[in-house]
């Protein structure tokens, strides 16, 4: 099995690392000192009180691993219509592109079956590039639930979870799956496949689509977005709006609105990828984790007022800060 981490940041690097380290043929794909400190020295993973060197083929020039039974895509979403032309490189007939990504995907409607069947969503995917050039059929999708981060160039400090749920688009339990799957799992971590993926991506989304953008607007970490009586009513406003469109789409909620808020506030003064990537000059992935909801809202024939207004709020916000 061949295992190409593209984007070996800190969630990439920690998922390659433990893949590696079970003997698991994987190459990394990354930049910069990052890149460099990695040839230089390893990727050093702290995880679970225990610190491993993990030797792993590292490149920024993905033509020189060739094809790949599966290419880790671990970028955040508007990265990746750029990488369109790195990630064809690595593509042989049945190379499987595993999304470890937030957000709605651009195959989320592929075999979703019903009148919404293989429908199109413009707001991740506007000249459908995503769609033919890297076809849905190839597309296994991922929950990413560990948090890590890269303390230094080449250093990787893992802090919670270690869950990488996995599902295919319709819902099968191929072998292709199965045996990623399996190699995640020897590799350490809890990867199971499940026949319901769009169910998962959504108690993830159902969080970030409301508390990424009300922080990014507020610059607030996610105890007093989720304590304070007004953020917090506005938070939840945006999660009924976008259950009700899920729901109108197939989607079943586990738990419900309230405790998904509660699940939040106990993370504690936590600064979401939003408003860290403001801070820090990058883009903001808007358009996946909330403009994707909103376009769902019109095609489902649903009202979504608070989600049109916040998603204006923070696209203004990204234009201001220069990173739109």
């Not at 993973?45 to 790949?68: F, R, Y």
């Not at 989320?108 to 059929?137: I, N, Q, T």
């Not at 990413?144 to 400090?157: D, L, R």
Request: neutral net charge.
């Amino acid at each position: 099995m061949r295992v190409l981490i593209f984007g070996a940041g800190a969630i990439g690097g920690y998922l390659g690392a433990k893949m590696a380290m079970a003997g698991t043929d994987v190459t990394f794909f990354a930049r910069g000192p990052h890149l460099a400190a990695m040839k230089a020295n390893g990727l050093t993973l702290i995880s679970e009180g225990q610190t491993h060197n993990v030797k792993v083929p590292c490149t920024d020039d993905p033509g020189a691993a060739g094809p790949q039974d599966y290419v880790v895509v671990s970028l955040k979403a508007h990265g990746l219509s750029a990488a369109l032309p790195q990630i064809e490189k690595l593509l042989g007939p049945d190379t499987a592109i595993v999304t470890a990504m937030n957000g709605v995907p651009w195959w989320y409607f592929y075999k979703h079956g019903g009148e919404y069947d293989d429908l199109r969503l413009k707001s991740v995917d506007p000249d459908g590039s995503l769609w033919e050039r890297l076809h849905p059929r190839r597309a296994i999708g991922c929950i990413v639930y560990p948090a890590a981060t890269i303390t230094s160039p080449g250093v990787i400090e893992h802090t919670y979870s270690n869950r990488f749920t996995l599902g295919e688009p319709d819902g099968s339990r191929s072998e292709r799956i199965t045996a990623l799957s399996q190699a995640m799992i020897k590799a350490g971590l809890r990867a199971p496949a499940r026949p319901r993926i769009r169910d998962e991506i959504w108690i993830k989304l159902w969080g970030n689509l409301s508390l990424n953008p009300v922080s990014a607007l507020t610059h607030a970490t996610l105890d007093l977005i989720t304590s304070d009586p007004g953020t917090r009513s506005v938070i939840r406003a945006m999660m009924v709006e976008a259950q009700a469109v899920a729901e109108k789409t197939g989607i079943k909620f586990a738990i419900d609105v309230d405790k998904r808020i509660e699940g939040a506030n106990e993370v504690g003064a936590h600064k979401t990828s939003m408003l860290q990537d403001l801070e820090a000059g990058k883009p903001m992935e808007i358009e996946a984790l909330l403009g994707a909801v909103v376009e769902m809202g019109r095609i489902t024939g649903l009202p979504t007022p608070t989600c049109d207004t916040v998603l204006a709020l923070v696209r203004q916000r990204a234009k201001v800060a220069g990173v739109a």
